[in-house]
């Protein structure tokens, strides 16, 4: 099938001329600026706040602690989108606890945000200070994690890979590590919200506007209608765009003041305040024979959470998926300390997760003598391992094979004077959700089509491959379609996550069109009425199971190769090539499909070479809290990248044919640059991000 | 933000005047690294004098054939000026390998040499810092400290000086002018800084309204040079050890070397040891280490930056060597 080309991205000219109006670029009349005050401590108490100085300062409005704040009803979630929701996170100066250092204690009000900001600093907020443990310790005794609903058991055992590790030929047993990350969207988190008619309006930076509408009007017990949400423009989310105190404190001081209130965190609140990737400690024990047929996959992992919320970092989930074995366990146990919460970010579970199994893989293979992509086609699955279905479609094998080709696999290690220049392979799979979804379709007599939903564009392309979806479905010209989406007041849609945005959103639309389509077929040749045609379609997502009823096991898969050059004498690693070939169904449009798995590549690159959130245990802090300290790739680090596709059908999916590639391309890269640098240097590091130290202390 | 009181004064005279009457004024030029702090609060002046429109931004040939550079000269026309490209191409990569293209477009020369340093104990307020708050304590000294100083630091202060282009001032022998209420006077770039010792707080040896007006160049020495930044990313980033250096080999032997480094030290680091130990010597590695091993011999790494003995080594290493195949 031939995917129709959307052309450029519909919202480009409003975006590079500055027309397109992100959160904070709304205002209403009067507003008060909203400065929120974090902790200085990890762990205690508020006593109290002397706020005399901060009222003091003109044009300060009023301070909100816990002792004056607003008592606020428990966040209430339908089963679905429960896991995006932190209830004690969102209860915002609901107590005198402190958890984290950087939860929030205060919020100062004020005409200006500099004079909120000034005022912040002079309020005295005595605390009573506690013994807090910010330090990841992989040996201390831990729980294994709490099953989380929506999210896959933390624990699993097939077989019995204890003895059939001890029985293999070879094994691999390693540990890996990866930093805690942050999201960092360009786009800080921001609301403006004003309280009127007895409800609220927020222009809020979300993934996902009925998301939010859920969580305030539950929260401020109101009914879901007198809470609209307005996300036109999101500025990148990356898991970090859930509910978050922030939305929830404008509400809270725009129904108290009667004003309306914009609040925007900045880029250090944010490193506290949003949510986090956890640091992962991994060990990985493989056992295979000579051949490199793995006998047992052993993948166990060690994350962190908040004293006030689970949330566990699914790192050994997709290793549940990826190759035959026989003999298989995963865990996953949780430290509870006192630090931020951390939460989903690009890939969660899968970049960490991927980057320790796909380079224990390159170990086997290294110890094998064999070479790494065959030694990945020789463990392919003929139906999942995690839980025997078959696969609605598994590429990896062609994905692998075509990438080597297309690469030229495998040149050999080489000097270039000080530089030692090698290359290296690693898979990538991603889970295929569908999430309940509905959309509207609207014919007009002028001949356009309206697609209205409450999906979220947060940076990737949305609408412009609803667009595409819209137009095929129709089988209208592109031209014709005009996609209304970032408001609550839209038919119910899913956030914009887990990859299932264009898939749940794609299939609403889908029904829609199909429903559309029958009643111009009962029309005939009769002109349509005044107001047009009308047709609400929806998806009930996974729920429903597959469009023909089989059970299915869905995922996207792929292969990432890349080539680094290591200064042998500075430790510094550059990437010189990186190449992904993907199988994720039908590709719906692909100068955006080619932008995200471009995209996700890039945030693998980042995460090999670059990002780390460093946490002082003393303090409990992230201390390299802004974009100097906490480095993202930049364009001199990213090489041309080259992205491409297999043609894959699908039929089982979803009713789009379309797998998810919104983190597809994230995965496996960080593993993939990992053994390039082992194939270069001789080099293996366990330890992201690989920082230049790493090289020069693992040089014999 | 503390409110402050902004003030665009007519010429140089009239602001250093009204910062040196002022103990709580500060200038401001490009703005890229103080309104940063004033905006964590980190410093927060009363009264800012803003330089824009009235510094001197001009590049002359001095009598002797050297360059003189007015203080308030962007650092990306810098770079870019002809004759610094052609006569002293070091101080033109280290510019160009400081910071990002828009903060090179609006940095000043004057502000670069004064820029605070990037230690993460000093830019948050409510971690200890002696150089912020004297008698705090150093957090860093048992913290986050990768990027810090391995050279003349102290058990107060281990913070580096974050400037690239101050490595090669210092190494070409730049000299500043500088004004001040009372007097004007002019130093060589290399003892503008001071190292932290008890007092981390007094990082130069301005005193207070004392503007920097100018930087000069010797002569150009015509020797083959270099300017060689590690960091962790390709771009927009500090450095975690530079190098600049100059070097003449004749008949196999150093005649003259001048040798600084970046990113290892509280202030731009000449190697005045190591650059002893090489004239004369023969040019090759093993007189090359054991000249950069004298320098580093005073080097107190911490626990979480020994590498950087390794690196500088390297680097340094690599740098003379590849100086000395020029020559």
């Not at chain 1, 890996?176 to 942050?182: G, K, L, N, Q, R």
Request: glycine share 10%; proline share 7%; hydrophobic share 45%.
């Amino acid at each position: 099938m031939t995917p129709r080309v959307a052309g450029p991205r519909v919202d480009g000219w409003d975006k590079v001329t500055g027309a397109a109006r992100y959160a904070a670029d709304h205002s209403f009349d009067g507003p008060v600026h909203c400065w929120p005050v974090s902790s200085t401590i990890a762990k205690g108490r508020v006593v109290s706040i002397d706020t005399s100085a901060a009222l003091a300062v003109p044009g300060v409005v009023a301070v909100l602690w816990h002792a004056n704040a607003p008592r606020l009803h428990t966040p209430t979630a339908d089963p679905m989108s429960a896991v995006l929701v932190k209830p004690a996170e969102l209860a915002v100066l609901q107590s005198d606890g402190v958890a984290y250092h950087g939860q929030l204690v205060a919020a100062v009000l004020a005409d200006s945000l500099e004079a909120a900001r000034h005022a912040a600093g002079l309020l005295v907020v005595e605390y009573e200070q506690l013994p807090h443990d910010a330090e990841l310790r992989p040996g201390a005794r831990l729980r294994v994690a709490p099953p989380s609903p929506g999210l896959d058991p933390p624990e699993q055992t097939i077989g019995n890979p204890a003895a059939a590790l001890a029985g293999a030929e070879v094994t691999i047993d390693a540990r890996y590590t990866t930093p805690a990350e942050h999201h960092n969207p360009i786009e800080p988190h921001a609301t403006v919200a004003a309280w009127q008619d007895g409800g609220v309006v927020l222009y809020d930076a979300n993934q996902g506007a009925h998301l939010i509408q859920g969580v305030i009007a539950g929260m401020f017990d109101l009914p879901r209608d007198r809470v609209r949400v307005v996300s036109a423009h999101v500025g990148g989310g990356f898991g970090a765009k859930g509910p978050q105190a922030v939305a929830v404190l404008a509400v809270m001081a725009t129904r108290m003041l009667g004003r309306p209130v914009k609040v925007t965190l900045s880029r250090q609140q944010m490193f506290a305040l949003v949510g986090y990737r956890s640091p992962t400690v991994q060990r990985v024990r493989l056992g295979a024979d000579r051949a490199g047929r793995l006998a047992a996959v052993i993948h166990e992992v060690v994350a962190q959470t908040s004293a006030i919320h689970d949330f566990c970092e699914p790192a050994a989930v997709l290793t549940r998926t990826m190759y035959a074995a026989p003999h298989r366990h995963t865990t996953h146990r949780l430290a509870r300390l006192d630090v931020p919460t951390p939460f989903m970010l690009r890939a969660p579970g899968a970049a960490p997760g991927m980057f320790a199994l796909e380079s224990a893989v390159d170990e086997l293979a290294v110890v094998c003598g064999l070479d790494p992509v065959e030694l990945r086609i020789r463990n392919e699955p003929a139906a999942d391992p995690d839980t025997g279905l078959p696969y609605s479609s598994r590429n990896l094998v062609r994905c692998l094979r075509e990438g080597a080709r297309a690469f030229g696999w495998r040149p050999p290690p080489r000097r270039d004077g000080h530089r030692l220049v090698g290359s290296g392979v690693a898979a990538s799979a991603h889970p295929s959700h569908t999430f309940p979804s509905t959309a509207q379709l609207r014919l007009h007599p002028d001949g356009r089509c309206t697609v209205a939903l409450g999906a979220t564009d947060i940076g990737n392309g949305a609408r412009t491959v609803l667009t595409a979806i819209t137009a095929e479905a129709m089988a209208m010209p592109p031209e014709r379609i005009d996609v209304l989406i970032g408001d609550s007041s839209l038919p119910l849609a899913a956030p914009a996550g887990a990859s299932a945005g264009t898939a749940s959103w794609g299939s609403a639309i889908v029904d829609a069109a199909r429903r559309l389509r029958a009643q111009l077929t009962e029309l005939g040749d009769r002109p349509l009425p005044p107001d047009g045609l009308t047709a609400l379609g929806q998806t009930l997502g996974d729920l429903a199971g597959t469009p023909t009823g089989a059970q299915t096991a869905k995922y996207a898969f792929g292969a990432q190769f890349a080539e680094v050059c290591v200064d042998i004498d500075s430790g510094e690693v550059r990437v010189t090539r990186l190449l992904g070939v993907f199988a994720a169904g039908k590709i719906l449009s692909p100068h955006t499909a080619r932008s995200q798995l471009l995209g996700g590549m890039t945030m693998g690159l980042s995460m090999a070479l670059h990002e780390e959130s460093v946490l002082d245990s003393r303090f409990g802090d992230f201390v390299n809290g802004d974009l100097a300290g906490y480095h993202i790739a930049t364009c001199a680090d990213v090489p041309d990248i080259e992205v491409g596709w297999i043609d894959e059908t699908d039929d089982q999916v979803n009713a789009l044919g379309a797998k998810g590639i919104g983190e597809l391309g994230i995965v496996g890269t960080a593993a993939a640059i990992a053994n390039a640098v082992h194939h270069a240097t001789g080099i293996r590091v366990r330890d992201l991000p690989i920082h230049p130290h790493r090289i020069l202390e693992g040089r014999p | 933000m503390r409110p402050f009181t902004y003030h665009r004064p007519p010429d140089l005279r009239t602001a250093v005047a009204a910062v040196s009457q002022d103990p709580d004024a500060a200038y401001l030029a490009g703005g890229t690294n103080l309104v940063d702090l004033m905006k964590r609060g980190v410093l927060a002046p009363s009264v800012v004098v803003d330089l824009s429109g009235i510094g001197d931004e001009s590049v002359d040939r001095c009598g002797d054939g050297g360059l003189r550079v007015g203080a308030g000269m962007r650092n990306s026309d810098l770079a870019a000026h002809p004759d610094v490209r052609r006569d002293y191409p070091v101080l033109a990569r280290a510019l160009l390998a400081g910071a990002s293209e828009q903060l090179r477009n609006v940095a000043t020369v004057g502000g670069n040499l004064v820029q605070r340093t990037r230690c993460v104990y000093f830019q948050d307020t409510a971690m200890p810092c002696n150089k912020r708050r004297p008698g705090s304590g150093c957090a860093a000294l048992g913290g986050h400290h990768r990027d810090l100083a391995i050279l003349g630091g102290s058990a107060a202060c281990v913070a580096t000086h974050p400037s690239d282009m101050a490595v090669a001032l210092v190494m070409l022998d730049a000299r500043v002018r500088l004004q001040g209420a009372a007097r004007a006077r002019v130093l060589p770039v290399a003892e503008l800084h001071r190292l932290p010792g008890v007092s981390p707080q007094h990082e130069t040896v301005l005193e207070h309204g004392e503007l920097i007006t100018s930087v000069e160049l010797p002569p150009p020495s015509g020797l083959p040079s270099l300017y060689r930044k590690v960091r962790d990313r390709a771009s927009f980033a500090f450095a975690l050890v530079s190098v600049a250096a100059e070097m003449q080999v004749v008949d196999g032997h150093v005649r003259r070397v001048r040798l600084a480094f970046g990113g290892v030290a509280p202030k731009p680091w000449r190697a005045r040891t190591a650059e002893a130990l090489l004239v004369g010597v023969r040019a090759d590695e093993g007189s090359f280490g054991r000249a950069v091993d004298a320098e580093l011999a005073v080097a107190s790494p911490l626990p979480g930056n020994e590498h950087k003995i390794t690196l500088l080594r390297n680097v340094t290493l690599r740098s003379l060597l590849e100086l000395a195949a020029r020559s």
